[in-house]
């Protein structure tokens, strides 16, 4: 079975540019969870949906962060106008059943930098 | 709020000595509770989990952990660590709002 898919792994941004981060979870959850996690810290809840329904996103720090999943299945989530405080690796996880059972399945995440 | 706390940010151990890592939860309730383990530059993989029964659960790579209600802890253990041990591990707890997680410990296991 395949795993949580993330793209891309690296991103080196300026401030005020903008990236978009790329989730495919597992096929058949239906929930998948968007994490931010600074450097030596741990995993921070950004949104998380079920199906294509947004269930919470009132951890997203800002208006500049958007998180969409159209059609229940692939996520993206969108930074714009970058700031150095950005800087972490952004994590996918995904869920069967509404994530009742509470195990969360990871993707590589993906780091980014912004200068 | 739900939390979790991991009080040790760093553990330094000798390969085959055992190991104990430490995780409190702050709950009016019993949560469901977990740990995860995170090699480098990978994401994190679930090492075991507990929702009700027996308080010793089994994971995977003869790691164990021990629920207490009375202490509000959920402690990690095994009884001999290998290098390949060496990775950062979490506690975190489930509520509605999906996982809560610690800052992690970091374990270096030396030879």
């Known amino acids: 079975e395949a795993g949580v898919t993330q793209s891309p792994r690296y991103a080196v941004l300026q401030e005020g540019q903008a990236v978009s981060f790329w989730c495919d979870p597992i096929s058949g959850h239906d929930t998948l969870y968007w994490y931010q996690q600074p450097r030596d810290q741990g995993p921070q809840l950004l949104v998380y949906?079920?199906?294509?329904?947004?269930?919470?996103n009132s951890q997203l720090p800002s208006d500049r962060f958007s998180a969409v999943r159209p059609k229940g299945t692939n996520s993206t989530l969108k930074i714009q106008s970058a700031k150095q405080g950005d800087t972490a690796t952004y994590l996918c996880?995904?869920?069967?059943?509404?994530?009742?059972?509470?195990?969360?399945?990871f993707g590589e995440g993906s780091k980014l930098t912004v200068l | 709020a739900q939390s979790v706390t991991q009080p040790d940010a760093r553990v330094t151990v000798s390969e085959g000595a055992s190991l104990q890592l430490r995780c409190k939860y702050s709950?009016?309730?019993?949560?469901?509770l977990f740990w995860y383990v995170q090699y480098p530059r990978q994401g994190l993989q679930l090492l075991l989990k507990?929702?009700?029964?027996?308080?010793v659960v089994q994971g995977v790579n003869g790691f164990e952990a021990e629920f207490s209600k009375s202490n509000s802890s959920f402690h990690l253990r095994k009884a001999s660590v290998h290098w390949s041990d060496s990775a950062v591990y979490f506690c975190s707890n489930n509520y509605a709002q999906g996982l809560t997680f610690g800052l992690g410990t970091r374990v270096s296991v030396f030879p």
């Open positions: 996880a995904s869920s069967p059943f509404g994530g009742v059972t509470g195990q969360l399945y």
């Open positions: 949906f079920r199906d294509e329904a947004v269930i919470d």
């Open positions: 709950s009016s309730v019993t949560p469901y």
């Open positions: 507990y929702y009700s029964g027996d308080p």
